[in-house]
């Protein structure tokens, strides 16, 4: 797989991120995948993630994986989505990788206040910049 690789290989980078398995994600990524590149939904493989594999979203972030993507629906960032779960250790990664705490989602939310919302003190409790 090259730089134009063929949009499979973001189905297959997706589906291995999504299944939270991090061995075929990084064969993947050698072979030339895009880590950028986008499934059939519009969302790359950081924002399918299983949020809970912190390690699985740190390597796609060393990967070059751009962690203020937007959903293309809900206009949340994957730090708004680690942060109302209450995945503390995501959100520590994220935010070690330059993902912006500051930005607000379609209803002017910050990620701190969906994790503030849902009791997630742990997120809420984190510094905001690195």
Known sequence: LGPAAPCSSHYALCNASASGNIEKVLLLLQAGANVNGLNR????ALQVVKLGH??????LLDKGADPNALDPVQYLSVTHDAAREGFVDTVRVLIDHGADVNRVDQHGNLPVHLAEREGHQEVVKLPRVK
Not at 41 to 44: A, L, P, S, Y
């Open 41 to 44: 939904f519009g969302r790359t």
């Open 54 to 59: 912190s390690a699985l979203v740190e390597a």
